[in-house]
């Protein structure tokens, strides 16, 4: 929300010397996030002043209209003659007034005029349109004020060229701050200064509750009260669509944030940053019958003014009329009913429509506007008959149009709120002493209605929904009173026994893959199908049954996360796109895999007590399973070239290696075997098993998969579980042999087909406790193996603790080794 230091003032009788900077300080200290302070026209600098064009010649023998012009402004040259200046806008004529700088000026921007020889001649100035200004976006010709300016004045005091403007960025709790009203007064409760109220207009007679002098507006009625529970109309004929929008009433739109379109809009747009209250003007002519407010029927469809036919939802909120929805309610207008350049019969219409179905629909439609940004957040429910009647009164005022007697009110009851709260509460949870006192003063000043002594009644405000709770009192009274006198006192927790057995090994699998080179991102738990799909999951793969949260950040995201993948994948995908193609990334955090017979909703349980153990079995069984898993994703190379010589890509073998540094953590060996398993390419892709549990997969990724995502060929990826790897086993320190190692090298020539981890395990259990470590160091495979025939070359080093092994033991050792993998594998000494 941006708000001009000088609108605030209006409604806030701030001390003369207060700045926007100072201002600013007093709003962060009363809770309000004030992110920046713009000071608008600082660098504009005079003379700037109202000009009267006295005559007009057209230069010939340029590619662009030039004119050559003489200006009356008055005394402000000094002179009293008028001023000599080229301009190139045609947009004015004879007689008109223009804001004119004269030489010695400063243009917002730094931009400095002077008397300078132009398209042959003397240009003693400039006249200004209001992009040069600083007050508008508006690039069609010069700024051209009313006939009644007058002559000489100072154009910078004038127009409000210079001014503070706050830019607060409002917090989903506070939408009584998305207007100049709420700024306003918080800024008057923060000063100690009155606040005059922009919504404290007098109605027409019976204006009240009931109907004004003059009966009905346009007809309407409520059809589902759980959508709205007031709507107001009310109409003016013979608007003039040429009238031009009040040139201050611009310059607060465009310093606001908004762009000035006509008059119309402008007014309902005006009132919605002053007020908080949307408005929306219908054309009279386009409406058909009665309107009702109600929910969408299955099937229906809307055009919104933005051009989008849209399919609506049954929770969807419209206003309809006989014709069919004419606007999605709070959100955005319908196209067949928007007014236009020949509109001069308006229906004018505030309502106030739920939040909670506001802010499902906008999120639903993917809409989102300046009238559902605060419908969301709540709107002031005692508005619609106010600012509507002020809305007809500026249309009137300044497009000649006239007010219809009467007023549209349609309203469903709805019982003032009230909260009992101690009067000492705001004390206790502060940890200062305030008082009754303070606690009633402060709260009235919020707007509370407070009664009682020790126990306090207190009604909140209209335009406070957000106070439904005595911790929110407590909040507003402590705020008020100033966070920085609460005392910093240091908490006291109680003793504890530090971290679990699951927690450390979280924690050491994270700093052994750091230290392995990867580098740890943290991905939203968040998902969407197509996620699932970029991964070519089947139809009916566990992993495809995700739960959908009920109030998701995003509707593009509306799933909780069954694998870690697709979050990993994205950050990749963000990072290659920004340049690091050499990319080792994991996570480790929970997936959420819905059990077979868990209920469709988790029971909603009573906040006045807790839970019974009845009511805690049921929660827990509504509730996802939610193991930890950790994954790695790898992309370029793995080892960067240099002096040093070439680097090496990142390989399966590599995503494999970091499922081994995962399991050594827990004190595991993984045993490989080869898989096909979706996203990874069917031949390079490794099940990962613990023991006969398997524990995740392994490998490159497949190339479908690589492109849905938009990553490097030959990217590789492992997730396991970490719940399925076992309980960590405590580490004890190996016992070091201070024997001499033996080494023994042994290739073996076996099937294409056989895997080397088999080859692997067989020499490991066939070496016996002898067998200190294993390498493989290299694979053939050519004529000298035969067809279909591959050689693995391992490195075997043996070493007994408590002596010096003979050749002999050690021959033994690796002939033992060799004897074993050749029952199970086939294998055959090479050479032999």
Not at 47 to 66: H, N
Not at 222 to 236: K, M, N, Q, T
Not at 611 to 619: M, R
Not at 681 to 695: E, I
Request: aromatic share 4%; proline share 7%; net charge negative.
């Amino acid at each position: 929300m941006r708000a001009p230091l000088s609108w605030v003032r209006e409604y806030a009788e701030l001390p003369a010397g207060v700045t926007g900077r100072a201002l600013a300080a007093e709003l962060i200290a009363a809770g309000l996030e004030v992110e920046t302070v713009e000071q608008a026209g600082a660098d504009l600098t005079g003379p700037l002043v109202v000009g009267e064009v006295l005559a007009i010649e057209e230069l010939t023998g340029f590619k662009k209209p030039i004119r050559y012009c003489q200006v009356n402004v008055g005394d402000a040259n000094g002179t009293g003659e008028p001023q000599n200046i080229v301009c190139g806008a045609t947009n004015f004529a004879v007689g008109d007034h223009v804001v004119v700088i004269l030489p010695g000026g400063v243009l917002p921007g730094g931009f400095e005029i002077g008397a300078r020889k132009t398209y042959g001649r003397m240009s003693e100035g400039m006249i200004c349109s209001v992009t040069e200004l600083g007050i508008g976006d508006d690039h069609s010709g010069i700024l051209v004020l009313p006939q009644d300016t007058p002559v000489g004045a100072d154009a910078i005091e004038l127009l409000g060229l210079r001014d503070d403007v706050l830019d607060i960025a409002v917090t989903p709790d506070r939408g009584y701050a998305l207007s100049i009203r709420g700024i306003a007064r918080e800024a008057a409760t923060a000063y100690g200064v009155p606040f005059k109220d922009p919504a404290d207009v007098e109605l027409p007679a019976g204006g009240g509750r009931g109907l004004e002098d003059g009966g009905e507006a346009y007809p309407a009625s409520i059809g589902d009260p759980s959508a709205c529970d007031r709507f107001v109309l009310r109409e003016v004929r013979g608007f003039d669509p040429d009238a031009k929008t009040p040139m201050w009433m611009q310059v607060r739109l465009h310093r606001a944030g908004m762009r000035p379109v006509s008059l119309a809009v402008d007014v309902t747009n005006y009132l919605m940053l002053e007020l908080g209250q949307p408005l929306h003007a219908f054309d009279r002519g386009k409406l058909t019958g009665p309107i009702v407010v109600r929910r969408a029927a299955p099937g229906e469809k809307l055009e919104t003014l933005d051009h989008v036919k849209r399919t609506l939802d049954p929770d969807d909120i419209l206003i309809t009329d006989e014709s069919g929805p004419i606007s999605m309610a709070g959100t955005m207008g319908g196209l067949a009913t928007e007014i236009d350049e020949r509109s001069a019969d308006m229906v004018i219409e505030a309502a106030h429509f739920d939040a909670m179905g506001t802010a499902r629909m906008s999120r639903r439609h993917r809409l989102h506007s300046e009238a559902s940004h605060r419908f969301e957040r709540g709107v002031d429910r005692e508005l619609p008959l106010y600012a509507s009647y002020r809305a007809v009164r500026m249309l009137a005022e300044f497009g000649g149009a006239e007010i219809v007697p009467g007023v549209t009110h349609a309203e469903a009851p709805v019982e003032p709120a009230t909260l009992t709260m101690p009067a000492g509460h705001p004390d206790r949870v502060a940890g200062v002493t305030y008082g009754r006192d303070a606690v009633v003063r402060r709260l009235e000043q919020v707007g509370c209605t407070v009664a009682g002594d020790g126990v306090l009644t207190v009604t909140p405000p209209s335009w406070r929904p957000d106070l439904t709770d005595p911790n929110d009192l407590a909040e507003e009274v402590i705020r008020l009173e100033g966070y920085e006198d609460i005392p910093a006192r240091a908490p006291r927790p109680a003793a504890g026994k530090g971290l679990t057995a699951r927690q450390r090994l979280r924690r050491r699998v994270g700093r052994a893959l750091a230290g392995a080179g990867y580098v740890e991102a943290l991905a939203f738990p968040f998902i969407a199908e197509k996620d699932l799909d970029g991964l070519h999951l089947p139809a009916g793969d566990a992993r495809r049954r995700t739960l959908r949260l009920a109030n998701p950040l995003s509707e593009e995201e509306p799933l909780l996360r069954t694998t870690l993948l697709p979050g990993l994948l994205k950050v990749l995908a963000l990072n290659v796109g920004r340049g690091f193609g050499d990319a080792a990334l994991f996570e480790i955090g929970v997936v959420f895999r819905p059990r077979p017979d868990a209920p469709e909703r988790a029971p909603r349980l009573a906040v006045d007590r807790g839970p019974t153990a009845d009511e805690v079995a049921t929660v827990e069984a509504a509730l996802p399973d939610q193991p930890h898993r950790v994954a790695v994703v790898l992309s370029g190379d793995r080892e960067p070239s240099g002096w040093w010589g070439e680097g090496r890509p990142a390989l399966w073998a590599d995503a494999i290696e970091a499922a081994r540094t995962v399991a050594r953590e827990v004190g595991v060996e993984l045993t490989v075997k080869a898989d096909q398993h979706e996203p990874w390419h069917p031949g390079r892709c490794a099940a990962l098993y613990a023991g006969d549990t398997l524990a995740g997969h392994a490998g490159e990724l497949h190339p479908r998969v690589i492109k849905a995502y938009g990553l490097p060929p030959r990217t590789c990826a492992m997730e396991l579980e970490l719940g399925r790897l076992g309980d960590p086993v405590p580490v004890r320190a190996p016992h070091v042999s201070s024997y001499p190692v033996a080494t023994q090298d042994v290739a073996l020539v076996v099937d294409s087909a056989v895997p080397a981890a088999e080859v692997e395990t067989a020499l490991r259990d066939g070496a016996g406790d002898l067998l200190e470590a294993i390498r493989l160091f290299d694979v053939y495979t050519g004529e000298q193996v035969g067809e279909g025939r591959k050689s693995l070359a391992y490195a075997l080093r043996f070493r007994a603790p408590d002596r010096t092994l003979t050749a002999e033991e050690a021959s033994e050792a690796r002939d033992a080794a060799v004897a074993a993998a050749s029952d199970r594998t086939g294998a055959v000494l090479r050479g032999a």
